[in-house]
């Protein structure tokens, strides 16, 4: 798998998402190439264009947000 080859990714929906048609997001991590990224998109419409960061720019999120930061 290719770094924008994202068929093979497990794509988990946020605990946050429900089926009342809200802000829905996926997240998948990929461990490819070396440095792991992460990998996000809409969960309503899979076939849109998603985006990827570098896992410790997702862990920085992580972490503010848990803190009340974000």
């Known amino acids: 798998?290719?770094?924008t080859d994202t068929t093979a990714l497990r794509w988990f929906k946020s605990s946050y998402s429900d089926s009342g048609g809200g802000q829905c997001v996926e997240v998948a991590v990929c461990p490819c190439s070396g440095e792991r990224s992460v990998h996000l998109r809409d969960s309503?419409?899979?076939g849109l264009?998603?985006?990827a960061v570098a896992g410790w720019v997702w862990e920085?999120?992580?972490r503010g947000t848990v803190a009340g930061q974000a």
Request: charged letters at 15%; aromatic letters at 16%.
């Open 44 to 46: 309503k419409d899979t």
């Open 60 to 62: 920085g999120f992580v």
């Open 1 to 3: 798998m290719t770094h």
């Open 49 to 51: 264009a998603g985006f």
